[in-house]
Nanobody, 122 residues
Framework: QDQHVESGGGSVQAGGSLRLSCQISRYTVSTQCMGWFRQAIGKDREEVAHIDGDGTTKYADSVKGRFTISQDNAKKTLYLQMNSLKSEDTAMYYC????????????????WGQGTQVTVSS
């Protein structure tokens, strides 16, 4: 398949944890930058975190200290550990890869998954 495959979403109470996984498509040429995005109903898609080829990570202010992005190169899998979840974290979560961390919004230079739903109840 030519899309990444996310898993690990679900429903959890506020304060709980989830770990999202993203199996990177074997058709992906460049994984120079890998990231997690989310889109809540009625809101624009936003970047949650990314990790570049040097292992440098960047997080949205809203998730700093609660979420951790990591990768397993041998398994070609990207992870997002989410702790201390809040109701405002409720969204569809997508993983993506790109040749550059600034290119996620360029269709020809990025690849996306279909998303996994995370619902946090208060």
């Amino acid at each position: 398949q030519d899309q990444h495959v996310e898993s690990g979403g679900g429903s959890v109470q506020a304060g709980g944890s989830l770990r999202l996984s993203c199996q990177i498509s074997r058709y992906t040429v460049s994984t120079q930058c890998m990231g997690w995005f989310r889109q809540a109903i009625g809101k624009d898609r936003e970047e949650v975190a990314h990790i570049d080829g040097d292992g440098t990570t960047k997080y949205a202010d809203s998730v700093k200290g609660r979420f951790t992005i990591s990768q397993d190169n041998a398994k070609k899998t990207l992870y997002l550990q989410m702790n201390s979840l809040k109701s405002e974290d409720t969204a569809m979560y997508y993983c993506a890869t790109a040749a550059d961390c600034g290119w996620f919004q360029l269709p020809l230079h990025s690849r996306w998954g279909q998303g996994t739903q995370v619902t946090v109840s208060s």
